[in-house]
């Protein structure tokens, strides 16, 4: 060290003779201002204090366990498709799991071809299979059809306190029927579903709510 | 899914309509949220409707005589006819047969306009019978059943657009998006009535 000191520190692309900056004064980096309060004072003792708390076995245990723990959360975590945000995550994951629970039955065997099952004439009716232009979209209509007739017969059979449930009843099967197969809801991503589950439980619940609470005061 | 996506991105270049999977996905959550706000402005028309139909038995019952059930049952009938015209429209589009989506759309339309038609004809006869929009239970009754009426006029218009691009050769089995997101809202209206059927006319 003594000895480099007393050579010229030379520049070693051109060769040239590197002076010292003229206002910098040797060792000025490693000198601390004086402090001017006794809270500067008190932070300065502070953070000598947090420098040799860091070097102590206790804390270097817990930096260990902390990067245990972050390395073991990242093998939890699925890799991210490059160029895939995960607003479309829950979609996509949607459709791959749709498509092998359609795998698993031994059907279509990609999003293209649960969509295809629509496209056949052919289609499997409660255990039969059956062919009429238009496929599981005209079952699904015949079913409307005689569902809202048994409906119109019922209604006009004397009240009884049965017949509101399952009057109810059967207008939720149709509903589903439309929703899960003309609106595709049974092939499409399940975010879908949710999206219309959870406002549909919120109005149902504040319906239920208003019926509950007496029209004017008790 | 990779099989959809190459054949999407395979799609020539000058067919600029045609969606891409990420398009095809945000359309329909878009329009999914979409009827998730119409599920809960139907939700308070139907609640309100309930909550008289609680306390106030009696008058309802007067005025489901008045009804009868067979007008409104035959117009059940239509628009669910209705939907199903719409997916084989969507049918046809899907099989590359833009002339077939026209005509079952037509029908879609048209069973739309009857429906709107037919319920004009029922609310001229309740409007004979004293019940009008200024009665306790006249106003439970028109609203929701009138704000379904315009969503199906609106869904009529809505129609007409499909099948004015549709006559164009838009859409295709690369490209039947927009009456994919056409048949979601004609669905739900339907859905709606499906309800409103049950809840007004037979409970």
Redesign the interface.
């Known amino acids: 060290m003594a000895d480099e000191e007393k050579k010229p520190l030379t520049d070693k692309a051109t060769g040239d003779e590197v002076r010292p900056t003229p206002e910098y004064t040797e060792g000025e980096s490693e000198r601390l201002p004086e402090p001017e309060s006794d809270i500067e004072e008190a932070v300065d003792k502070a953070l000598e204090a947090s420098e040799k708390a860091a070097d102590t076995p206790v804390v270097k245990a817990w930096d260990d366990t902390v990067k245990a723990v972050q390395a073991a959360v990242e093998t939890l975590e699925p890799e991210h498709d490059e160029g895939i945000t995960d607003f479309?995550r829950p979609?996509?994951e949607g459709?791959?799991a749709a498509?092998a629970h359609q795998m698993h039955a031994g059907a279509a065997h990609?999003?293209?071809d649960l969509?295809a099952a629509?496209?056949s004439d052919t289609t499997t009716v409660l255990g039969r299979t059956v062919t009429v232009p238009?496929g599981i979209?005209?079952v699904?209509?015949g079913f409307?059809?005689v569902a809202?007739l048994v409906?119109?017969l019922?209604?006009?059979l004397p009240s009884g306190i049965l017949?509101?449930p399952l009057?109810?009843a059967?207008?939720v099967v149709?509903?589903g029927l439309?929703?899960a197969?003309?609106?595709?809801l049974r092939v499409?991503?399940r975010?879908?579903l949710y999206?219309?589950i959870?406002?549909?439980a919120?109005?149902?619940l504040?319906?239920l709510y208003?019926?509950a609470v007496p029209?004017t005061g008790y | 899914m990779s099989e959809m996506s190459l054949e999407r991105t395979a799609a020539p270049a000058d067919h600029h309509d045609v969606p891409t999977p990420a398009q095809i996905s945000n359309a329909k959550l878009a329009t999914w949220l979409y009827l998730a706000s119409e599920v809960i402005i139907f939700g308070t028309l139907i609640a309100v409707y309930l909550v008289f139909r609680t306390n106030y038995p009696e008058v309802v019952q007067h005025v489901q005589d008045e009804l009868g059930i067979l007008l409104v049952s035959f117009n059940t009938f239509m628009l669910l006819a209705s939907s199903w015209a719409m997916v084989m429209g969507l049918r046809e589009a899907q099989k590359d047969n833009p002339q077939g989506l026209v005509r079952w759309i037509g029908l879609t339309a048209l069973l739309g306009t009857a429906f709107v038609a037919l319920q004009g004809v029922e609310y001229t006869e309740l409007a004979h019978a004293g019940i009008s929009i200024d009665t306790e239970y006249g106003m439970r009754f028109y609203a929701p059943t009138a704000f379904h009426g315009v969503h199906v006029i609106v869904g009529v218009l809505w129609a007409l657009r499909i099948i004015a691009r549709g006559r164009q050769g838009i859409y295709n089995a690369r490209n039947y998006l927009a009456v994919e997101i056409f048949g979601l809202y004609w669905h739900f209206v339907d859905v709606v009535w499906i309800f409103l059927f049950t809840i007004i006319y037979l409970i």
Do not use: C, W
């Not at chain 1, 197969?181 to 595709?184: F, W």
């Open positions: 479309r979609m996509l459709a791959a498509q990609d999003h293209n969509h629509f496209l238009g979209y005209t699904v209509f409307l059809a809202t409906e119109v019922i209604g006009s017949l509101i009057l109810l059967i207008a149709k509903a439309v929703v197969y003309y609106m595709h499409d991503p975010l879908f999206v219309l959870v406002p549909l919120m109005a149902l504040a319906t208003l019926i029209p």
